[in-house]
């Protein structure tokens, strides 16, 4: 299925068959191609860009299509990898976090830092993060290989 270009969002590099690679959901999935492009909230004489996940229903396009900077889908991924590393070591405290420091980290970005910590304020986390430590456990193996294709292209550029 093709990406669409007649929309705001102009896309550059595509991944098309991305409907084959999406996780647990891959062959099964409305989530039909990723690209990077033109951002849609574009102003006159500023360029941003932007990836996107392109979702179809069946039938046509979703409104529940994704469209996300460049810096925020890297910041995902710090998150991602920040939580992981938790989680490796998370086995040492019998809720899996420490109720008392509920401070992960603070990644130092842009002058600040970007806090990761448990949501003291879900009124179930002590179950929740119960689940979510289950499906990270569960998703080991395919979160693993598209962290080492990450590392092995950070490497490559020089990072």
């Known amino acids: 299925m093709k990406i669409p270009t007649t929309l705001k ?3 550059v590099i595509i991944s098309e068959n991305y409907e ?3 996780g647990r959901n891959a ?7 990723l690209s990077l492009g033109l951002a849609q909230w574009n102003d006159r004489g500023k360029v941003d860009i ?15 299509s994704e469209e996300l900077p460049m810096h925020r889908v890297l910041d995902l991924a710090i998150l991602i990898c920040r939580s992981s590393l938790h989680f490796q070591d998370a086995y040492r405290f019998p809720k899996l976090y420490d109720p008392d420091q509920t401070t992960i980290d603070r990644i ?3 002058g600040d830092a970007m806090s990761v ?4 304020e879900n009124p179930m ?3 929740d993060i119960q689940l979510f430590a289950q499906a990270l456990g569960e998703d080991g193996e395919m979160i693993g ?9 950070l490497k490559e550029m020089g990072y």
Do not use: F, M, Y
């Open 9 to 11: 969002h102009k896309p």
């Open 20 to 22: 084959q690679v999406d």
């Open 27 to 33: 062959g099964n999935t409305d989530a039909k191609g």
């Open 50 to 64: 932007s990836a996107k996940v392109w979702r179809h229903t069946g039938e046509k396009w979703s409104r529940q």
């Open 108 to 110: 130092g970005l842009q």
């Open 117 to 120: 910590a448990v949501c003291e």
């Open 125 to 127: 986390i002590d179950h």
């Open 145 to 153: 290989e598209r962290l080492r294709v990450l590392s092995r292209l």
